[in-house]
C-alpha cells in the first residue's frame, strides 16, 4: 500500500488530535484498543479501495472515519468508580470494631501501620423527605460492615472531564500522562454521609483526633483528595477523621417553609448542621478506635476552615470539640467576603430556585431528582445565621467570649487570590475601579499602599493567568482582603480572650501550586510524596516541620516541642506571624498597613 505525502501528514494530525482528546478523557484502554482497531482498518481499506475512488468518496470515508472514531471517544469514556480505602491490592482486613450502630472492619495500608475505615455512615442518608431536613442518627445494621471505599462525594456539579483535567496539568501539574490507573470518574450522589477514620494499628487508648472538614467554596469538593489524606499522621499517633456534608444546593439553601416545617425553626445550614452531627458520632463512638473524644481538634481549608469558624461559634457544637485549626478562610469579619450571607439573601434565592423550577411547594422541590436541582443556575455557597445552628454574626459570639474553641491555629498563604483572580486583568487605568468591588470607597486608599506592579513572573509558571501591568498589587490586596484579614481578625479575637493564638503565613515556592490557596495543605497533611514529581528535599524538609507543628497542636494545644523554631503566641501589638516557607521563624504580618483599611471599609458596611 502506497499512500501519498498528504495523506500521511493529515492522517498523523488528525490521530494525534484523537490521541490527545483520548488522553485528556481518561478514555478506557478498551475504548484506545477499538480506537486502533478502527484506525488499522480505515488505513487497510484506504489503501486497497478508497484511495482509487473519486474525491467525494474519499471525503465520504474520512467523514465516516472521524464519526466512527468519535462513537468510540463516547461509549468508552471513564467509568464511575469508587475509591478504595488505600493503594493497595487485596489489603489486609482489621479486627472487628463495634460501634453504637453495628460492627465493622476496615483495611490496613501497605506497611501495615495505619488502619483505615471508610464510608461510615453517620446519618441517615438526606434523601426523599429527608432533603433539607437536619441530619438524623443513622440506622444500625447487621453482621460485620466492611468499610473499605470511600463513599461517594456529595452530590455536585461534575464539569466537563477534559477541562478538568486540562485544570490538573495547568493549574496543578498534577496530571499523569497515559497513566491507565486514573481513567475513571468520581461518584457523586445525595446519599454522602459518610465518614472515614485513620488511625495508627494496633491497640491505642486515648489518642488524640484530628477532625478535618474538606473546602470546595460549600458548592464541591470530596473526602479521599490526596492533599489531605490521613496516613502520615497517624504514623505519628493522631487519628485523623474527615467528613462529606451537604453541598450547594442541598447543604445551603434557604426557604421559610423549610424553617416552619423544622421544629428548631432552622434553615440554610443543612451543611453546618451535617458536620455537627458527624462531630456528635465521633465523640459517641471514636474510643472505640482508641480516641480520645476530650482532646478533639477541628480543622479545615477554604470553605472548610470557614465550616470551621462556624463550628466555633455554633451553640450545637460546644463541647463537641477543643481546638481548632483554620487555614485560608473565616467568617469573623462584620460582613464577611465569602461564604456567609444574610439571611434575607439566603431566603430570596430560595425563592428564586423555586420560581426556577416551577415549585409551587417545598414536596414539589424535594421531588426533583438530585440530578436536575444540583444544576439549579443560583450558587448555594454561604451560610447564614439562622438562629439555630449560628445565632448571631461570628464576630459578635467572639466579641461576648461565646466562641468554643480553647486554643486555635490559623493561617494564610502568600498568593492566595491567584487561583480566583487568574483571569482578570487589571492594569493600571482600570486598577482603582477594579478595587472598588474588595474595598469600596477605600479602593483609593489601597491602591495608594500598593502602587501598580505586575504579577511576579515565577508564578506565572504556577498558573495561567491575564496578567496586566498591576495584576501582582491587585492580587496581594484580594489576598488581604478575602482571605489573609480573615485570619488577623480570627487570631485578636480569640487573643483577646486571653487564649492561645498561633499564626502562619506559608510563602513556600514548588512546581505545583506553590504557596497559592491550598499550597499548604499536602505539607502539613505529610502528602508530598504522592505527587513527589512537584517537590524537592528542601519541600520534604518543611512538610516534616509542618507535621510537627500539626501534631503537636493537636495533642497539646501549642505547636511548638523538640528542635523546632520557636512558634510565639499571636499579639495584636506587634503582629507577628510564622513564615513557613524557604526559611522558618516568625516574620511580620505583611500586611498590617492594609487592614486597618479594611477595618475601616468593614465598619462603614455595618453602620
Not at 496539568?169 to 496530571?175: K, Q, R, T, V, W
Not at 472538614?213 to 497517624?234: D, K, Q
Not at 439566603?346 to 415549585?359: C, N, P, S, V
Not at 411547594?361 to 454561604?382: C, H
Request: some cysteine; glycine content about 8%; aromatic content about 12%.
Amino acid at each position: 500500500m502506497k499512500f501519498k505525502k498528504a495523506f500521511i501528514v493529515f492522517l498523523v494530525i488528525f490521530l494525534l488530535i484523537f490521541a490527545a482528546v483520548f488522553e485528556l478523557g481518561k478514555n478506557t484502554v478498551w475504548g484506545w484498543c477499538l480506537a486502533g482497531v478502527v484506525f488499522a482498518a480505515f488505513l487497510i481499506l484506504h489503501g486497497k479501495f478508497l484511495s482509487k475512488k473519486g474525491r467525494l468518496a474519499r471525503f465520504g470515508s474520512w467523514i465516516a472515519f472521524l464519526a466512527v472514531m468519535l462513537c468510540v471517544m463516547k461509549i468508552s469514556g471513564p467509568p464511575v468508580k469508587i475509591i478504595p480505602a488505600v493503594d493497595v491490592k487485596n489489603p489486609a482486613t482489621t479486627g472487628i470494631v463495634t460501634v453504637k450502630q453495628g460492627q465493622l472492619t476496615g483495611v490496613y495500608t501497605q506497611e501495615n501501620d495505619v488502619e483505615v475505615y471508610t464510608g461510615i455512615p453517620f446519618a441517615k442518608p438526606p434523601v426523599g423527605d429527608l432533603r433539607w431536613k437536619e441530619p438524623q442518627a443513622p440506622d444500625s445494621w447487621d453482621g460485620v460492615r466492611a468499610c473499605d471505599h470511600f463513599a461517594p462525594a456529595s452530590m455536585q456539579q461534575q464539569g466537563n472531564v477534559i477541562i478538568d483535567t486540562l485544570t490538573q496539568i495547568i493549574g496543578y501539574h498534577s496530571f499523569k500522562f497515559f497513566d491507565l490507573h486514573d481513567n475513571y470518574i468520581e461518584p457523586v450522589s445525595e446519599d454522602s454521609l459518610y465518614l472515614n477514620i485513620w488511625k495508627p494499628a494496633g491497640e491505642i487508648k486515648d489518642a488524640p483526633v484530628l477532625f478535618f472538614i474538606h473546602g470546595g467554596s460549600l458548592t464541591g469538593g470530596r473526602t479521599w483528595y490526596s492533599e489531605y489524606n490521613g496516613e502520615s499522621l497517624a504514623r505519628q499517633g493522631v487519628i485523623v477523621i474527615n467528613c462529606a456534608y451537604r453541598l450547594n444546593v442541598f447543604g445551603y439553601y434557604a426557604n421559610e417553609l423549610l424553617a416552619a416545617e423544622s421544629p428548631n425553626g432552622t434553615t440554610g445550614n443543612y451543611g453546618l448542621l451535617d458536620q455537627i452531627q458527624a462531630l456528635k458520632w465521633v465523640n459517641e463512638n471514636i474510643a472505640a478506635f482508641g480516641g480520645d473524644p476530650s482532646q478533639i481538634t477541628i480543622a479545615g481549608e477554604s470553605a472548610g476552615a470557614s465550616s470551621v469558624n462556624a463550628l466555633c461559634v455554633s451553640p450545637l457544637a460546644k463541647g463537641l470539640f477543643k481546638q481548632a485549626i483554620g487555614e485560608s478562610s473565616g467568617i469573623t469579619a462584620k460582613a464577611p467576603y465569602h461564604t456567609f450571607r444574610t439571611l434575607e439573601s439566603a431566603l430570596q434565592m430560595g425563592r428564586d430556585i423555586m420560581e426556577e423550577f416551577g415549585a409551587s411547594d417545598i414536596e414539589a422541590l424535594r421531588d426533583i431528582p438530585a440530578e436536575k436541582l444540583v444544576n439549579t443556575k443560583f450558587t448555594n455557597s454561604a451560610m447564614t445565621v439562622d438562629g439555630y445552628a449560628i445565632t448571631e454574626q461570628p464576630y459578635l459570639t467572639y466579641e461576648k467570649g461565646n466562641n468554643n474553641e480553647a486554643a486555635l491555629m490559623n493561617g494564610f498563604n502568600q498568593h492566595e487570590a491567584n487561583v480566583f483572580a487568574f483571569l482578570k486583568k487589571v492594569n493600571a487605568d482600570d486598577y482603582v475601579e477594579s478595587l472598588r468591588s474588595v474595598l469600596g470607597d477605600y479602593a483609593e486608599d489601597a491602591a495608594a499602599l500598593y502602587p501598580p506592579e505586575p504579577m511576579d513572573p515565577a508564578y506565572k509558571l504556577a498558573l495561567v493567568e491575564m496578567g496586566g501591568d498591576a495584576k501582582g498589587s491587585y492580587d496581594k490586596i484580594f489576598s488581604a482582603a478575602w482571605f489573609n484579614y480573615s485570619h488577623y481578625n480570627w487570631s485578636r479575637l480569640v487573643a483577646a480572650q486571653g487564649k492561645p493564638v498561633y499564626e502562619y503565613y506559608f510563602t513556600k515556592y514548588n512546581k505545583g501550586l506553590a504557596a497559592n490557596h491550598g499550597g499548604e495543605l499536602p505539607y502539613a497533611y505529610g502528602n508530598l510524596h504522592r505527587h513527589n514529581w512537584l517537590y524537592d528535599d528542601d519541600d520534604s524538609a518543611l512538610s516534616a516541620v509542618m507535621q510537627a507543628y500539626w501534631v503537636n497542636f493537636v495533642k497539646t494545644g501549642d505547636p511548638n516541642g523538640g528542635e523546632l523554631p520557636v512558634w510565639e503566641r499571636f499579639n495584636e501589638q506587634p503582629s507577628q506571624v510564622m513564615e513557613l516557607g524557604a526559611s522558618v521563624g516568625m516574620t511580620a504580618d505583611p500586611n498590617l498597613a492594609l487592614y486597618k483599611l479594611i477595618d475601616n471599609y468593614q465598619d462603614s458596611l455595618v453602620k
